[in-house]
C-alpha cells in the first residue's frame, strides 16, 4: 500500500512539474506580464495619457508598475539622461503585444516571446511603434493607443483587425545603440540634427541619381517634421519654430522632386501639398505642381500653377513661360486630336445611317416588286380558268339539264348564237 502511495505522489509530482513553465531563459525569453487571451482594458482609464503626436494618432500611457529610468547621473554627477533614451536610427530591440479595445491581443502568442529589432524611423515597422519607441527609456514599459493611421491603415486586417480599429500596444524597450540625434519629447537640438541629417543623406543620394533612397530619406524627415510632440511645441521659441518650418518646407519640396525624378507625380502632389500648406505662394512648390498636373495630363492646372509660380517671384521665369506655352500648344493639339476623332465617329455614323436608308429602300422596293408578281400571276391563273357552271349552245339544244345558276349566261349565249346564224343566212340568199 506504501509503494502505491509513494508511485502515485511520484505521478502527481511528475505532473505537477511538467505543468510548471520552465525557467529556461531560451524557451521564455521574457516574463510574461499578460498571459491571458482578453484582458479588461479598464485600467488604461486610471494611467496619464501624453500625446506624442499633434493629431492624437499615438498617446502613451504610463505603466505604475513598470521600472522608469528618467534620470540617471553617472559616477561623476554628470546626467546621463540623453543616453537613456533611443535616438534617431538607434537600432532598438523591443517586446511588445497588441490588443483591441476589448483587450483580444492581436499578434500571436509566440509573438509577444520574441524580441524584434529594428532601426528607429527607419525600418519598415508599424509606424505608431516608432514613435512609441522614441518616448521609452532603456528597460521602461508603457501602454499606447494607436488610432488607424499608426497602426494597419483605416482598411483594416482580415480576420484580425476591424476597419477604423483603435489598437492598444505594450511595449517594453529592451535595449538600443544610439547614433545621433534623438527623438525625446522635449529635445529640439536633437530633432534640428535629424532633419539636417535626413536633408544631407537625401541630397547626396540625389546628387548620385539614386533618386529612391534619396525619397526615403527626406519622407523620414517629413514625417518627423508633420508629428511633432504637443510637449516640444509648447516649449520651443517663435524663432526655433520657423527654423523648424523651414526645415520642413524644404524637406517636402526635396522629396517632391524626387518623386517626378521617379515618375511617381500623384506622390509628388502630396509633398507639394504639404509645402503650400505651410506656404501658399513657394515658388518652386507651385512650379513642381505644374511639372507634376502637367505630366498627369491635368494641363489648364498645370498652367495655373507655372502662372502662380512666376507671380510668387520664381527666378526661373523662362522656363515657366516654356511650360506654359507647352500646356497651351499641348492643349491645342489635343483639342485638334479630339475634333479629329469626334469628325471620324460622325462620318462613320452618318455612313452607317445612309448605307441603313439604302437597305432599307431596296428592301422595300424588292417588296414591292414580289407583291406585282404575285398580283401578275393571280390574274393570269384567273384569266385560265374556265368557270364550272358554264355550258355552250349545243348543249342547251341537246336537253342538257342545268342547273339555274347557268340560266342567265346560257340564254345570252343561245341569242348571240341565234343572231349569228340569222346573219350567216342572210348572206348566203344575197
Same mark, same amino acid.
Given at each position: ?18 505543468? $510548471? ?9 521574457? *516574463? ?27 498617446t502613451k500611457y504610463i505603466d505604475s508598475n513598470s521600472t522608469q529610468k528618467q534620470d540617471i547621473s553617472d559616477q561623476n554627477g554628470v546626467s546621463a539622461k540623453e543616453e537613456t533614451k533611443p535616438k534617431y536610427r ?48 532603456? @528597460? ?8 488607424? +493611421? ?39 537640438? @536633437? ?46 521659441? +517663435? ?40 506656404? @501658399? ?31 510668387? @517671384? ?23 486630336? +479630339?475634333? $479629329? ?17 439604302? +437597305? ?62 340569222? *346573219? ?7
Open positions: 500500500m506504501e509503494a502505491s502511495k509513494n508511485s502515485t505522489t511520484t505521478q502527481e509530482t511528475s505532473q505537477d512539474t511538467s505543468s $510548471q513553465p520552465t525557467n529556461n531563459i531560451q524557451d521564455v525569453p521574457y *516574463k510574461k506580464v499578460i498571459e491571458d487571451e482578453f484582458i479588461d482594458m479598464s485600467f488604461i482609464q486610471s494611467l496619464t495619457a501624453v500625446p506624442l503626436t499633434e493629431d492624437n494618432g499615438v538607434a537600432r532598438c530591440r523591443i517586446l511588445f503585444e497588441g490588443r483591441t479595445e476589448n483587450g483580444e491581443l492581436v499578434e500571436k502568442e509566440r509573438q509577444r516571446k520574441q524580441l524584434k529589432a529594428f532601426k528607429l524611423m527607419e525600418d519598415n515597422m508599424i509606424k505608431g511603434i516608432h514613435y512609441a519607441t522614441a518616448s521609452l527609456n532603456k @528597460g521602461e514599459t508603457g501602454w499606447f493607443r494607436f488610432t488607424p +493611421e499608426y497602426h494597419f491603415g483605416p482598411q483594416g486586417v482580415q480576420d484580425l483587425v476591424a476597419p477604423n480599429a483603435i489598437l492598444y500596444y505594450k511595449i517594453e524597450l529592451v535595449d538600443f545603440t544610439n547614433e545621433k540625434g534623438t527623438l525625446a519629447n522635449d529635445d529640439y537640438d @536633437g530633432r534640428i540634427v535629424i532633419f539636417n541629417e535626413c536633408r544631407e543623406k537625401g541630397n547626396e543620394a540625389f546628387q548620385k541619381k539614386e533618386y529612391e533612397r534619396a525619397l526615403k530619406e527626406y519622407k523620414i524627415g517629413v514625417n518627423i517634421t508633420k508629428n511633432l510632440p504637443k510637449e516640444l511645441l509648447s516649449k520651443i521659441t +517663435e524663432e526655433q519654430s520657423n527654423v523648424i518650418k523651414d526645415l520642413k518646407l524644404k524637406l517636402a519640396n526635396n522629396a517632391a522632386m524626387a518623386c517626378i525624378k521617379l515618375n511617381k507625380y500623384q506622390e509628388g502632389l502630396q509633398f507639394i501639398n504639404i509645402v503650400l500648406s505651410v506656404d @501658399g505662394k513657394n515658388a518652386k512648390a507651385l512650379f513642381r505642381k505644374g511639372q507634376c498636373e502637367m505630366e498627369l495630363g491635368n494641363l489648364e492646372q498645370a498652367r495655373v500653377s507655372f502662372e502662380e509660380s512666376i507671380n510668387a @517671384g520664381n527666378p526661373e521665369k523662362n522656363e515657366c513661360l516654356r511650360n506654359i506655352h507647352l500646356c497651351q500648344r499641348t492643349r491645342k493639339t489635343k483639342a485638334k486630336d +479630339e475634333g $479629329q476623332v469626334y469628325k471620324q465617329i460622325f462620318e462613320r455614323m452618318a455612313a452607317e445611317e445612309e448605307k441603313e436608308l439604302k +437597305e432599307k429602300k431596296l428592301q422595300e422596293k424588292i417588296e414591292r416588286k414580289k407583291e406585282r408578281e404575285k398580283l401578275k400571276n393571280e390574274g393570269e391563273d384567273k384569266g385560265k380558268e374556265i368557270p364550272k357552271n358554264t355550258v355552250n349552245v349545243n348543249q342547251l339544244l341537246e336537253g342538257t339539264v342545268i342547273d339555274s345558276q347557268t340560266t342567265d349566261f346560257a340564254q345570252i349565249q343561245i341569242s348571240n348564237d341565234l343572231d349569228l346564224s340569222q *346573219k350567216q343566212s342572210e348572206g348566203v340568199k344575197s
